[in-house]
């Protein structure tokens, strides 16, 4: 089969873990007969840099007419002094609403090989765990009504959550349907003791729920949640929250595994076209240096090929891969091994591309 896939490099370690994934997709193709064909767009502060704006058209009609996009990563100190519009941030918010991907996955599960490097301690790591974030990701206060106002004592800035019915039943489904796919157990975070919008999320993912017989679903409130996820994170399977609380939680489950290096993530509309991307970002001190991990690169493009693409078996060959290379010491700098040399994010991506 055929695919066009548009490629985003970003910035700081951007290029160097989307050309590692590019390695591994290339072989992959050739392993099974298929032609990946890439194109190339600019976005964050590369486009920035050339163009003025963090999003160019060009990219958001290269994007919308590919099959799906890979992205590295956007940002970094050069452009942190902008104004919030022109931000590269910009250009990741900027996709993920004009290509309306409302679903963001972002699993979190711990290699026993890296069990080591967890922060978790023994007792809690030995009982693993393999849970699924499953984030909203074009509402609630990162695209809510913002802004600068003369308040009570003086200047004051707003950002606002809101979110509609619609909102969360469409992102409630998705949970559901990956709950029966796995374990079977949806838990919804919120922060219901306080906020409105938390009180809807919740009457609404239990409405849903009843459509899912067989899946259980339990509340739970989101400062609880980042206990709970060092504390015992095997009790979870499911996730399902609102943007900003699924931004920090995943970043948290990251941590847990060892690497916030090794976590994908796919954002999803109600097209096969997506958006694959690590969940960590740019890393510009590490720019160069030959210390980014590409596994969080490299899962994300076996989830491409997994949820966009159909293809399970090349997916989950991509998967063995890194297991196999994890399980042979193969090393980068943030998930080494003590008395032995990490490998370059080049060197890594060669390992799992051998393991193909
Ligand atoms: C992420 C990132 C982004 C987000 C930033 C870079 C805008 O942290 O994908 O988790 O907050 O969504
Ligand atoms: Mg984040």
């Known amino acids: 089969m055929e695919f066009n896939i548009a490629l985003i490099k970003g910035d700081g370690i951007g290029p160097e873990i989307v050309d590692a994934a590019v390695a591994v997709l290339e072989k992959v193709g050739e ?21 003025g704006v963090p999003l160019p058209q060009e990219t958001v009609d290269g994007c919308l007419a590919s099959d799906s996009v890979l992205l590295g990563a956007v940002g970094g100190p050069k452009w942190d002094t902008l104004p919030g519009d022109i931000r590269p941030e910009r250009a990741l918010l900027g996709l993920r609403s004009k290509m309306g991907l409302y679903t963001n996955l972002r699993p979190a599960k711990l290699y026993p090989a890296l069990a080591g490097k967890s922060p978790l301690r023994e007792d809690i790591v030995s009982q693993g765990f393999d849970l699924l974030m499953v984030r909203e990701l074009t509402g609630g206060i990162y695209f809510g009504d ?3 106002r003369d308040g009570q004592y003086g200047p004051e800035a707003y950002d606002t959550e809101a979110y509609s019915v619609m909102e969360i039943e469409r992102i409630a489904h998705v949970a559901f349907a990956a709950a029966q796919k796995r374990r079977k157990k949806v838990i919804s975070v919120d922060k219901a003791n306080v906020l409105e919008t938390s009180r809807l999320w919740r009457e609404t993912i239990h409405r849903i729920a009843e459509q899912y017989p067989d899946v259980t679903v339990e509340d739970m409130l989101v400062d609880n949640t ?23 939680l995943s970043d948290e489950a990251s941590q847990i595994t060892g690497s916030i290096g090794m976590l994908p993530s796919a954002s999803l509309g109600d097209s096969t076209r997506g958006m694959y991307e690590p969940i960590h970002g740019s890393a510009p001190h590490m720019a160069g240096t030959g210390k980014a991990n590409p596994t969080a ?8 090929l997994r949820y966009s693409f159909d293809l399970k078996e090349e997916a989950d060959c991509i998967e063995a891969a890194v297991d196999k ?3 042979d010491n193969c090393r980068t700098y943030d998930i080494a091994v003590p008395g032995m040399e990490p490998l370059t994010c080049g060197q890594m991506a060669q390992a799992i591309v051998d393991r193909i």
């Open 31 to 51: 392993k099974y007969g298929h032609t990946f064909r890439f194109t190339r767009y600019l976005a964050g502060g590369e486009a920035i840099d050339a163009t």
């Open 146 to 148: 913002r802004g600068r």
């Open 226 to 248: 980042a206990q709970q996820l060092v504390k015992n994170p095997s009790q979870f399977d499911v996730l399902v929250t609102t943007n900003m609380f699924g931004d920090i």
């Open 297 to 304: 690169t490299i899962l994300s493009a076996a989830m491409m």
């Open 325 to 327: 290379a994890l399980n």
